[in-house]
């Protein structure tokens, strides 16, 4: 499984395929290509990525479903979302 994240242990813990993502340089439409031609499904992002890039957190809620969120004390918050498309 390949899992497209900015947070690399992730996909170590999964134990999926790393594909690593810039949201500050690649566009969303860039990666959401990549992930159906690699025919990833998941993604997962830290929250403050959604805020600091707004225009990406809108093409997420059009594309995805987001089927679990982590965090912990002492932790950022993780966010999972699944392709839908």
Do not use: C, H
């Amino acid at each position: 499984m390949t899992i497209y994240t900015t947070v690399p242990r992730i996909a170590y813990y999964a134990d999926g395929n790393l594909e690593f993502i810039y949201f500050n340089k690649d566009r969303f439409n860039k990666i959401k290509a990549s992930m159906v031609e690699k025919k990833a499904l998941y993604l997962a992002i830290e929250e403050g990525e959604i805020i600091d890039f707004p225009g990406n957190g809108e093409a997420i809620k059009r594309d995805f479903v987001e089927p679990a969120r982590f965090e912990g004390k002492g932790m950022e918050k993780i966010m999972i979302y699944k392709r839908t498309q």
